[in-house]
């Protein structure tokens, strides 16, 4: 019997197996049908780019062998870091596109612009490009975390407004993590999407349709080793979740791998909490409002999850600089609202 059609598009945003850059084609075909097609576009370099990172660090644990990063290799030539080469990577990748107006690295002191040569496209990118490379020696999992907003200035380029502008402003968030294998995983705001690296296609493949994120979790990830760096509201946020004085009466358990995409992705996929609080010696926090708390918050919430200071949402702040730092808390949802109780409790006890 011949198959119609429509049977086959119905199909395409569930079916396992599909192509990202099939589903990514599909998305804009229905979400957005005048659209020209910039972002597929754009989200199609960035699986590139993710191809080639994820070759390099597949290497990685040969560098004694081969002498990779940082060190000589055998024709003498002293070969990059892995996350430099995973920033050249993305940047030689994207600038050339004709999509974006300008860019932002974490690891850039200042925005990075199109050059000349190359038109200027109505998006920016802002990325972390090798998220937890201090484990990469472990061969422990490492990513890349990206974000993508449209454009607000009108001038020839883009301007540092383009890239400071609010988490909830996302068009477009993700992240790659080169783990046991190579995950993409990539929210539009319709549905959080994994794909899976086929090493034997070279092509990911529609591996974790529409992700949902369960409403609590059992884990709770955090560097306890913090603990007597934090304040007092901090670590009574921790006792709770330790001793089953919580919301649910329920011990959690701890995994903290200190790589973030691996830490928060087994998290958004078994339900849990990551928390990074301020501390007395990172007061605002340690990560990076641009590059990963805003790119991770736009998934979560999209996978029905949230992400807080333990006091604001993070979509919701508005970046003062690039390197932005703030206390993270992202997960569950009733686990960050049971967080976010304690940090009003606390706040209410020091105003009265
Ligand atoms: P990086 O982007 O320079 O790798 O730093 C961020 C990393 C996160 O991946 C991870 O969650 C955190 O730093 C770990 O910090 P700590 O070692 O203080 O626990
Ligand atoms: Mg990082």
Redesign the pocket.
């Known amino acids: 019997m011949a198959r119609s059609e429509s049977t086959i598009e119905n199909n395409s945003q569930t079916r396992l197996g599909i192509s990202f850059s099939e589903h990514v084609a599909d998305q804009q075909h229905r979400l957005s049908p005048a659209a020209r097609g910039d972002l597929s576009s754009l989200l199609r370099h960035i699986m590139l780019a993710a191809k080639i990172i994820s070759r390099e660090t597949r290497k990685a644990a040969l560098v004694d062998i081969l002498g990779l990063t940082g060190k000589i290799n055998v024709q003498g030539e002293e070969v990059q870091k892995l996350?430099d080469y995973a920033d050249d990577v993305m940047i030689r990748n994207l600038r050339y596109t004709g999509h974006l107006c300008a860019m932002s690295s974490?690891e850039h002191e200042d925005i990075i612009r199109i050059p000349e040569r190359y038109a200027v496209g109505n998006y920016t990118l802002t990325f972390?490009p090798?998220?937890?490379?201090?484990?990469i020696d472990a061969n422990v999992g490492?990513g890349t975390i990206f974000s993508i907003h449209r454009r607000i200035s009108s001038g020839p380029t883009g301007t540092h407004q383009d890239i400071l502008q609010r988490g909830k402003n996302q068009v477009c968030a993700g992240y790659i993590i080169y783990g046991p294998s190579t995950i993409l995983v990539y929210t539009t705001g319709h549905g959080v999407h994994g794909f899976t690296l086929d090493p034997s296609v070279g092509e990911f493949l529609l591996s974790h349709p529409d992700i949902k994120t369960p409403e609590e979790g059992n884990i709770y990830s955090v560097?306890e080793?913090?603990y007597y760096n934090w304040d007092e509201t901090a670590r009574q946020v921790i006792e709770a979740f330790k001793s089953g004085k919580n919301y649910r009466g329920k011990a959690y358990t701890s995994r903290?791998?200190?790589?973030?995409?691996?830490?928060f992705h087994r998290n958004l996929l078994y339900g849990g909490i990551?928390l990074?609080p301020a501390d007395n010696k990172?007061t605002s926090g340690?990560?990076?409002l641009l590059?990963?708390a805003n790119p991770l918050g736009f998934v979560v919430e999209n996978a029905g999850g949230l992400a807080s200071t333990g006091t604001q949402r993070i979509l919701d702040i508005e970046p003062k600089r690039l390197h932005h730092r703030v206390p993270l808390i992202i997960g569950s949802r009733k686990d960050v609202e049971f967080v976010e109780s304690i940090f009003a409790a606390a706040k209410e006890k020091d105003a009265s």
């Not at 090798?130 to 484990?135: K, P």
């Open positions: 996350d974490e972390d090798l998220d937890g490379s201090s484990n490492v560097n080793g913090n903290y791998v200190g790589s973030l995409v691996s830490d990551f990074y990172n340690k990560l990076r590059p990963e």
